[in-house]
Structure formats: C-alpha cells, structure tokens
DNA sequence: GCTAGAC
DNA sequence: GTCTAGCAACGCTTC
DNA sequence: GAAGCG
C-alpha cells in the first residue's frame, strides 16, 4: 500500500494532504471539493469573483472545529487577493478565478458568503437577497409557497427575481439592482416588503427574529442585505452533515416535492453539466430600480 | 492551515 | 523544537 | 445595559 500523496497541485495551486476527509459522513476529501469547485467554476464565479467574502474554515474537518474569517492574517495563499474598503480598518479577502477557489480549498474553506457587491464599488450592492426561515412546525412545501407569494409581491412592485436554495430547510430570492443605492436603502426596502408580507398574512410571516414567535410561520429575514451580514453563495457547499449545496433554480422547478438536501458536492456537477442554459440566464445583470416604499 | 508567541 | 491560541462582529430584537 | 439571533 503506497502512502498517500502529501501535495498535488490543481489549475497551478498547491492542494496539500489531497486525501484529507472534510465531511466524514461522506467521507468527501480535500480533492473531491477542489474537484466539485472546478466543475461549477463556470456558473458560480460570476456570483462569487472580485466580491468581498467572508468564510466558514473547518481545516481539519466539519466535524472539527470550524470558525469563520473575514480578514487574511497571515498565510494565505497568493491566489486570495486583499482590498482595502472605506470604513474598515482590515482589508477585505476576494478572489479572481477558478484559482481563489481551489486556493479556499486549501484554506479548509467550506462555506463561502460573498457581500451583495463588488470589490470596485463595495458601498453599492447589486442585488437584494430575502432569506425565508422556517419556524418549528413547517416543512420545506411551506417554504415553498411563500417564496412563490414573495416573488409575486416583487413581481407587483416590478421587480423580476430568482431563487435559490440555501443547502439548507430555507431558500433564498435574489432581485439584481443598478448599482445606485446604499446598503442602509437596500435593507429598509427589504424589510418594507417584508413587513408587508406579515401585515397581509401574520399568521404565516413575520420580519422579527425571535426564534419563539416564528413558531408555524416563515421569518423572512431582510437582514443579510449589510456588509456584515451576509448570506452563502450560490453553489457554495455548507458545513453541515451531507455536503449539501446552495442552488440556483429555475422558478418552475420551485415546487412542493423539492428536496433541497439531494443538492450535494457528488449530485451538482452532474446538474450543472446537463445545463442547457443557466437557470438564471434571463435576469443576469438586470439593472433594476427600486421603488420608493413608504 | 498557518502563524506568532510562550515555554 | 513543540505546543497552543486565534482566526467575525453588529444591527435589530426583546427582556 | 444585557442577551438572543443570524
Ligand atoms: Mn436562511
Ligand atoms: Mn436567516
């Protein structure tokens, strides 16, 4: 039995210890998510290149101890570029290409959440996410219905919107804007919308956090549109047990028979190389504008 | 995974 | 040389 | 002012 390779190298970037296990339960190593990361490269870095990130690190595996990084230290790979950013006194991590993420790989990265915007004009996002939460008691089918009431909100407002799973119980809506509006514009019209989501329904959303008053309802979290606060990539794998991934869908595929947990880092490349056009193709780069609510 | 600091 | 700690942080909410 | 939440 020969021992393992210590050190292989992908797209020109060092990937050590390549056999290493990060999901034990899958037993998914370091090289078959470098491998997952190139497959997707093509449909994910657009929503993930030159965007500030913060990440999830579990180094020595999900099971381990994991813990988030939003500034570099010291010793990261040169493929990990740093931006300054006005009103931060650290610099900011981002990536340029397939080679950032064989790079967070590397890094034991398992989660990647990317700011709402991009590394040349960081104060100005270009999309607003809603983030739908069940409470105890609802299942996914749930889920499923309020995201098709909220895009029919947006749609009355006429915002165009997508949606995606989370690789985890919620899904999120992705409305791109024109790069004209500050964070602060783009959450109160968040939890505008939100706010009157709960005040049609009550019963069935709300836009406070409290874990206890969610019970039976869906909490339509308007908060992860702040720099501080962000939400997980599309195609970002989690940290969670399974490898599940977030995934970007077509809105008829947003039905209540949906399993978000079959999206995983062994099912997803097969689903992106079957693509025959990009789910979210027809809204890339829209350039909406946001109505005043008052 | 990697580094800096303590021993 | 070896071992260990650190690696985010804040806006909104209720109490 | 502190604690829960993500
Ligand atoms: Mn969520
Ligand atoms: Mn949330």
Not at 183 to 199: N, P, Q
Request: glycine fraction near 8%; charged fraction near 25%.
């Amino acid at each position: 039995m020969a021992a393992a390779k210590e050190e292989i190298e992908l797209q020109g970037v060092r990937l050590t210890s390549p056999d290493k296990v990060l999901y034990p339960e899958q037993g998914v190593t370091k090289r078959e998510l470098a491998e997952y990361y190139l497959a997707v490269a093509g449909v994910m870095l657009p929503h993930v290149a030159r965007r500030p990130i913060t990440l999830v690190r579990c180094p020595t595996g999900r099971a381990r101890k994991c813990f988030y990084q939003r500034h570099a230290g010291s010793g990261m790979p040169a493929e990990l570029k740093q931006i300054p950013i006005e009103g931060f006194e650290e610099p900011y991590l981002y990536l340029e290409d397939v080679r950032g993420l064989v790079a967070l790989v590397q890094m034991g990265v398992l989660e990647i959440h990317p700011w709402n915007s991009h590394v040349d004009q960081p104060h100005k996002p270009d999309q607003v996410i809603f983030d739908l939460d069940p409470g105890e008691g609802l299942a996914f089918p749930d889920v499923v219905a309020a995201a098709h009431e909220l895009r029919a909100r947006l749609a009355g407002l006429g915002l165009r919107s997508v949606p995606k799973t989370t690789g985890g119980k919620g899904l999120h809506l992705v409305v791109p804007i024109e790069r004209r509006y500050e964070w602060r514009d783009v959450k109160s019209f968040a939890k505008a919308v939100g706010d009157l989501m709960a005040k049609d329904a009550p019963d069935r959303f709300l836009t406070k956090q409290s874990i206890a008053e969610r019970r039976g309802r869906i909490y339509i979290d308007y908060l992860r549109n702040d720099p501080t606060s962000t939400a997980v990539a599309p195609y970002s794998t989690r940290s969670r047990e399974g490898a599940p991934v977030s995934v970007p869908l077509t809105w008829d595929e947003v039905v209540p028979d949906l399993d978000p947990r079959a999206f995983t880092v062994r099912t997803v490349p097969a689903r992106v190389a079957g693509l025959t056009a990009d789910p979210w193709a027809d809204i890339a780069g829209l350039k909406q504008r946001l109505p005043k609510l008052t």
